[in-house]
């Protein structure tokens, strides 16, 4: 019995064989259930051990595969960083300025007279310098030989502009002239409006409107002798009626002058109050979901009413063509009115599928009728 438990069972021992020798010799049940559990205490270390060994082999894989994985990274970013320094072109340096807080930069350093804060900081950094206002970056220009190579030698690399929330929801997305970025479409509109509004044709042709309008306009005071007369909203009512004639033909005239001018004026002031409103989702983009302080809203608000305004008259004018061409069709004359700036900008409208340098959206006549 003892020269069996002499065995190494670890070293893969045939144990069915072990088993047969002891019971050819007569081994008693005590022995025969003594060598089982030997047998079964020698299998669970010898699985045990393999275990172990594979743990072991394992864990060395491992290590080798994460140190390789870490090599190929390091190389990999040493590379990327050798090609970015020899094909990039080196960015020049910003201006030098205040230095400010994080995430707020210097916006809590601006003083009320920025323009007295502005001279202050150029007397120490220079006449360019650079303030941080919230994530977006400022240049300011202090002096005037600087300004005129900004703003005439190389007015085509400053003329883009950063619009504001409320400029882009008031103007269909920065569609107008004033917004637009500095490209073909803004020469496009640019020439446009010269040609068709600001021309010496278009102003000698409303000289007869201006004149009706203004002789309208004493009228209507005359004839509020003795009582106080709001001189200021005259004047807007006489203007608006000059414009809305040049731009769609139309004008004001009784109950309809006096409510729609009122409501128009109002509105008109509360577009440019909005426009010049500080919001600080223009500072920190990322806010701009939120709307914090309502101007977006607002904006919107005043935006929908002009728009539909715009809406109804653009929608009466193709009716109106619509009309001319067939009563033309059937051979009836009606008298040749002129062309205001509105039917101009829907012909345009209609070659989109043509000339592109000549070609006009419905969001761009629209941005064009609210400047």
């Not at 500095?182 to 409006?193: A, M, Q, T």
Request: hydrophobic share 40%; charged share 25%; with cysteine.
């Amino acid at each position: 019995m003892g020269c069996y438990r002499q065995f190494d069972f670890g070293k893969g021992a045939d144990y069915s064989l072990l088993l047969q020798l002891k019971m050819n010799r007569g081994s008693s049940s005590t022995e025969a259930s003594s060598w089982y559990s030997i047998q079964d205490q020698s299998q669970e270390d010898f699985v045990e051990r393999l275990i172990c060994q594979e743990n072991q082999v394992c864990g060395q894989a491992v290590s080798m595969s994460r140190r390789a994985a870490a090599t190929l990274l390091l190389a990999a970013l040493a590379i990327a960083w050798w090609f970015r320094k020899k094909f990039t072109k080196s960015r020049p340096p910003l201006p030098p300025g205040p230095r400010g807080l994080p995430i707020l930069g210097n916006l809590p350093f601006l003083k009320p007279d920025l323009n007295q804060y502005f001279h202050k900081l150029s007397q120490i950094y220079g006449p360019i310098l650079k303030l941080e206002l919230g994530s977006k970056t400022c240049i300011v220009v202090s002096s005037a030989s600087v300004a005129k190579e900004v703003l005439k030698d190389h007015d085509a690399i400053f003329a883009n502009r950063d619009p504001p929330i409320t400029a882009l929801i008031g103007t269909y997305g920065g569609s107008d002239i004033a917004w637009r970025p500095h490209g073909p479409e803004l020469r496009k509109l640019r020439r446009i409006v010269v040609r068709e509004v600001m021309s010496n044709t278009s102003l000698d042709a409303s000289y007869a409107l201006r004149r009706r309008e203004v002789r309208s306009m004493v009228r209507c005071i005359h004839g509020k002798g003795g009582s106080p007369v709001e001189i200021g909203d005259q004047l807007f009512l006489t203007i608006l009626n000059v414009i809305l004639s040049m731009l769609w033909g139309g004008s004001l005239h009784g109950e309809e002058r006096t409510g729609l001018g009122i409501e128009f004026r109002q509105l008109v002031k509360e577009f440019v109050e909005l426009l010049g409103a500080p919001n600080i989702s223009d500072l920190f983009p990322f806010l701009t979901r939120f709307d914090l302080q309502g101007v977006q809203s607002k904006m919107q608000k005043t935006f929908t009413w002009f728009d539909k305004i715009f809406e109804s008259v653009i929608t009466q004018r193709r009716k109106d063509v619509a009309d001319h061409q067939q009563a033309e069709h059937q051979g009836k004359k009606k008298e040749e009115e002129s062309k205001d700036f509105l039917q101009l900008l829907l012909e345009l409208n209609q070659q989109q599928q043509g000339d592109y340098k000549s070609s006009l959206s419905m969001n761009q006549i629209k941005a064009l009728l609210m400047v």
